[in-house]
């Protein structure tokens, strides 16, 4: 299945701000994290199609996985 991926904040630091990317079928969003190498506790948000998923939701073909930090501040 094809994906975009969207990172944001310091996530886009040295990996990209949007790629269109194959997966496995079956893929979860946790399993695209990790695959990234970004680290589940430092994960926010996550969104398929701008509505909030889990981490175990599994896209499918054409959707838009967006990825946010936890955001910290006071």
């Known amino acids: 299945m094809q994906l975009t991926v969207k990172l944001?904040?310091?996530?886009?630091?040295?990996?990209f701000k949007q790629?269109?990317?194959?997966?496995?079928e079956g893929?979860?969003?946790e399993d695209i994290i990790r695959s990234l190498g970004i680290?589940?506790?430092?994960v926010g948000v996550t969104m398929?199609?701008?509505r909030h998923c889990s981490l175990e939701q599994v896209p499918v073909d054409g959707d838009q996985l967006?990825?946010?930090?936890n955001i910290g501040g006071g």
Not at 8 to 15: I, P
Not at 19 to 24: E, I, L, N
Not at 66 to 69: N, T
């Open 8 to 15: 944001f904040a310091y996530f886009r630091d040295n990996r």
């Open 39 to 42: 680290d589940l506790d430092e």
């Open 48 to 50: 398929i199609n701008s």
């Open 27 to 29: 893929t979860t969003v």
């Open 19 to 24: 790629k269109v990317t194959d997966y496995p």
């Open 66 to 69: 967006a990825i946010f930090p």
